[in-house]
């Protein structure tokens, strides 16, 4: 899964030459306008590294879920005008991503000159990893980089059918891949220690595996956020009315006694900062563990971030992914938000973010430039993390054999 028998975009002959780049411009809008722009800016390093070498630069991405039909709230047009804008040159966005129209504007193209491709999703072919669209993609470039970690976990027809048509001289990943290589690599072999791991969330079923393969590699786990009051529960403590995966405590039972075989110290919260209800914002904070009935664990509490804290700051490595509470909310986001400070002022050590939810509390946090990294892929970086080789990356490695 590292970066063995990749290619970067160094490494690849791209001058005077059409390279197709897959990016993940899947951007938040509003009423047809880029209101965070930060995937787009993620992609520049690599935009600009080929347009200076005088490569075509062909870019390709899907934005929401048009469900495999054209539909205007989904249109690549907004995108291609906020990149142009970023990168203070012309943008040229067809009104498709295949077709006779496209291949003429690709061929038109000047070294340097960009095209931004019409959503891949307008076409159910992209989901379906459909061997004609992919061929079709294919034969609009000489070289094929994919840029796009957050759907690398995705078997789809521009990240991976349409690859086996690039040799392996004219495939390889985009500098925003190689990052993400870099730094969640050593998370699987050979972090350094004391390796510490926080994962939070709602749900124990979305991390199971991940859970499963760090057990042994890091030293402590801290679980939090909703989650953890199923590992509570699992050792008999009193949940109130909080959020629980009823079918998933004998699992949890199974994870603490794993836990112990592998010798990482497995945490869970000391207390809680609790409501009556989930739209309540009448906190108050337990005196330990227990949550008395009629209320509902939110956020961890304040003797729990004091222990947590005193881990982080001490440790080498941390890889965190989940928040600890709902932190969307007041006044309940005080637990990530402190064990977001504490990760990032640890610069002794290699601070990890996961994507997803991670990466926008390490942003409401007002912390994501203090920490070494923070990943674009949600789902991506789970999986990664799970011990799968993903697809998209698996797809660039040199002889990889595709599906028949």
């Excluded at 991405?61 to 005008?81: C, D, I, Q, T």
């Excluded at 993609?137 to 059918?161: I, M, P, Q």
């Excluded at 390796?195 to 590699?217: C, F, H, Q, T």
Aim: glycine share 10%; proline share 5%.
């Amino acid at each position: 899964m590292e970066l063995t028998g990749i290619k970067d975009i160094d490494a690849l002959r791209v001058e005077d030459r059409t390279v197709f780049v897959r990016v993940d411009f899947n951007v938040p809008m509003k009423d047809g306008v880029v209101t965070d722009p930060a995937r787009i800016v993620g992609a520049l390093p690599t935009i600009n590294a080929l347009r200076e070498r005088g490569a075509r630069v062909v870019l390709a991405s899907h934005l929401g879920r048009p469900k495999g039909e054209p539909r205007p709230e989904f249109s690549l047009v907004p995108v291609a005008g906020k990149l142009a804008e970023l990168l203070d040159a012309d943008v040229i966005a067809p009104d498709d991503c295949v077709g006779d129209g496209v291949r003429k504007v690709v061929r038109d193209l000047e070294p340097g000159g960009v095209v931004l491709l019409e959503n891949l999703r307008f076409h159910r072919a992209e989901e379906k990893a459909d061997p004609l669209f992919a061929r079709e993609l294919a034969s609009l470039a000489d070289v094929y980089v994919n840029d796009a970690f957050g759907t690398a976990h995705r078997k789809h027809a521009s990240t991976w059918e349409m690859v086996r048509h690039f040799a392996d001289a004219d495939k390889g990943c985009g500098y925003l891949i190689r990052r993400e290589l870099q730094y969640l690599t050593p998370l699987l072999s050979g972090a350094e220690r004391p390796y510490v791991g926080i994962m939070g969330g709602a749900k124990v079923s979305d991390k199971i595996k991940v859970i499963e393969n760090l057990l042994g590699k890091l030293d402590i786990l801290m679980i939090g956020g909703a989650m953890a009051y199923t590992f509570l529960k699992a050792q008999g403590v009193g949940i109130g009315t909080s959020l629980v995966e009823a079918d998933r405590v004998e699992l949890a039972t199974r994870l603490i006694e794993r836990a112990e075989r592998t010798r990482t110290r497995l945490l869970l919260p000391l207390d809680h900062g609790i409501a009556p209800a989930f739209d309540s914002s009448d906190r108050r904070d337990t005196p330990d563990e227990e949550i008395p009935d009629g209320m509902m664990g939110l956020d961890i509490g304040p003797r729990t971030v004091r222990s947590w804290t005193e881990h982080v700051t001490g440790a080498k490595t941390v890889i965190w992914n989940g928040p600890v509470g709902l932190f969307e909310r007041e006044p309940f986001h005080r637990g990530t938000f402190a064990i977001a400070n504490a990760i990032a002022d640890n610069r002794a050590a290699m601070t990890v973010i996961g994507g997803g939810d991670s990466a926008a509390a390490i942003a409401a946090a007002g912390r994501a430039a203090d920490v070494t990294h923070v990943s674009t892929g949600g789902g991506a970086s789970l999986e990664y993390l799970e011990g799968i080789d993903l697809p998209g990356i698996a797809a660039l490695r040199k002889g990889c054999r595709f599906d028949p």
